[in-house]
Nanobody
Framework: QVQLVESGGGLVQAGGSLRLSCAAS????????MGWFRQAPGKEREFVAA????????YYADSVKGRFTISRDNAKNTVYLQMNGLKPEDTALYYC?????????????????WGQGTQVTVSS
């Protein structure tokens, strides 16, 4: 089992940047593919980005491609989401999630563990 804690959210102006972190407990972090999802008020949870066990393979939603970068540091049990060029439509609660099966997925139901989320608000 793994516990996930997100941090790094906040209020930023359009065009700005934020870096989200997700710290995982346990010694098996490198066994999980990781993903970031987001949910805006009144909307369904949507996929943002995912990364495989080694960090060599990444996948992004079209809406964030070229602006967001997912990475991981297995020595620190942490996955990151660097968000540049933020837009008001990026405003949401951002969650990280761990997938014990892998290799990489954009489907929320394939993720076994979820964090509590960190709020990102982008003002226009």
């Amino acid at each position: 089992q793994v516990q996930l804690v997100e941090s790094g959210g906040g209020l930023v102006q359009a065009g700005g940047s934020l870096r989200l972190s997700c710290a995982a407990s346990g010694r098996t972090f490198s066994s999980y593919a990781m993903g970031w999802f987001r949910q805006a008020p009144g909307k369904e949870r949507e996929f943002v980005a995912a990364i495989n066990l080694s960090g060599r393979i990444t996948y992004y939603a079209d809406s964030v491609k070229g602006r967001f970068t997912i990475s991981r540091d297995n020595a620190k049990n942490t996955v990151y989401l660097q968000m540049n060029g933020l837009k008001p439509e990026d405003t949401a609660l951002y969650y990280c999630a761990a997938d014990s099966i892998g290799p990489i997925s954009q489907r929320p139901r394939e993720y076994d563990y979820w964090g509590q989320g960190t709020q990102v608000t982008v003002s226009s």
